[in-house]
Every structure is written in structure tokens, then in C-alpha cells.
């Protein structure tokens, strides 16, 4: 069976939500998920969106998703894409449905004159890195990823100029 790749369209919230739960369960980081189709529905279907998906079907079904959205770097002065989330569920791993969700986006790059196509990858999730390296992407040592949420993100957008 042939797996085929679309573009997400509105109607596909609840799908594509559902593939978010499993991917964080499969992270150990079902806790993390507090979307719901309603943000789905605003973010990736707004009339300017700035994140977009991409559904893998076979026969009609689907079973895995990319989400992604471009991002920009000064040092190719060229746009990027950034894959935040790329899941297959697990009794159609091995089917290509990851290889043909990579290749759309490849696609996706190279048509938007992308410089490069980045995503990140948990150290512990052997089988995703094994994937990734049999297409010859390359990880990116020494870069560690930071990030701020909930009290610490809002107590520096509180933050003033001239230190008050």
C-alpha cells in the first residue's frame, strides 16, 4: 500500500491532537500537552498562519503528521524550516510513512529557498536518531537548547529598560 502526504486542512484538529497525545506519550511527556482543537483550529488554520502540518495517509487513513514552521538564519541569510513534531503511529512505522512526511518537507524547503531544515531529536530515542541518520542528516553538537515558560517566561517580558 501506498502512503500519500497532504497539506492539514480544517476538520483535521482532532486528528492531528491525537497524534500530539501519542507522540508526548511516547516522550514521557503526556503531562506537557495542554492544546486543545480549538488552538489547533486558530493557530494552523488562521488566516495568516505561521505553523502549518502536513497529514500521511494510507488508504485514506490516517497515520502520522508533521508540524512545522519556518524559521531564519543570519548566517545564510535564507529562511529555515523547523520541524517542532514528526509521529507515525507505531503499527505503521516502517510502512515510509516518516521517510515520505521528511521528503514532503524537503520539498516544502527546497520550493520556499530554504538553507536548511533542522528538528530536534530526544538523546534516549535510538530508533528516531537511526532514522534520521540513514537519510545522512547530521546532529549539531554542541548546541543545547534552552527554554523559558510559565513564571520565569512572564517575569522577564515584565522586565524594563535601565534596569527597573
Same mark, same amino acid.
Given at each position: 500500500?501506498? %502512503?500519500?502526504?497532504? +497539506? @492539514?486542512?480544517?476538520?483535521?484538529? @482532532?486528528?492531528?491532537?491525537?497524534?500530539? =497525545?501519542?507522540? @508526548?506519550?511516547?516522550? =514521557?511527556?503526556?503531562?506537557?500537552?495542554?492544546?486543545?482543537?480549538?488552538?489547533?483550529?486558530?493557530?494552523?488554520?488562521?488566516?495568516?498562519? =505561521?505553523?502549518? +502540518?502536513? !497529514?500521511?495517509?494510507?488508504?485514506? @487513513?490516517?497515520?502520522?503528521?508533521?508540524?512545522?514552521?519556518?524559521?531564519?538564519?543570519?548566517?545564510?541569510?535564507?529562511?529555515?524550516?523547523?520541524?517542532?513534531?514528526?509521529?507515525?503511529?507505531?503499527?505503521?512505522?516502517? !510502512?515510509?510513512?516518516?521517510?515520505?512526511?521528511?521528503?514532503?518537507?524537503?520539498?516544502?524547503? %527546497?520550493?520556499?529557498?530554504?538553507?536548511?531544515?533542522?528538528?530536534?531529536?530526544?538523546?534516549?530515542?535510538?530508533?528516531?536518531?537511526?532514522?534520521?541518520?540513514?537519510?545522512?542528516?547530521?546532529?549539531?553538537?554542541?548546541?543545547?537548547?534552552?527554554?523559558?515558560?510559565?513564571?520565569?517566561?512572564?517575569?522577564?517580558?515584565?522586565?524594563?529598560?535601565?534596569?527597573?
Amino acid at each position: 500500500m501506498t %502512503v500519500s502526504v497532504r +497539506a @492539514a486542512t480544517i476538520g483535521d484538529e @482532532a486528528v492531528i491532537l491525537s497524534f500530539i =497525545k501519542e507522540l @508526548a506519550e511516547y516522550e =514521557k511527556l503526556s503531562h506537557e500537552v495542554v492544546a486543545t482543537e480549538r488552538d489547533l483550529e486558530v493557530t494552523l488554520f488562521a488566516d495568516n498562519p =505561521k505553523v502549518f +502540518a502536513l !497529514i500521511a495517509e494510507q488508504s485514506g @487513513a490516517a497515520v502520522g503528521f508533521a508540524l512545522y514552521f519556518f524559521n531564519y538564519s543570519t548566517f545564510l541569510g535564507k529562511h529555515g524550516l523547523y520541524l517542532e513534531d514528526l509521529y507515525v503511529q507505531r503499527q505503521y512505522r516502517g !510502512i515510509g510513512a516518516g521517510k515520505a512526511l521528511l521528503a514532503s518537507l524537503a520539498k516544502i524547503a %527546497v520550493e520556499n529557498d530554504c538553507g536548511r531544515m533542522e528538528w530536534s531529536v530526544l538523546d534516549w530515542n535510538k530508533p528516531s536518531i537511526e532514522f534520521y541518520q540513514s537519510l545522512n542528516a547530521e546532529p549539531m553538537d554542541g548546541w543545547t537548547t534552552y527554554r523559558l515558560t510559565g513564571d520565569p517566561l512572564r517575569a522577564l517580558s515584565a522586565y524594563e529598560l535601565n534596569g527597573r
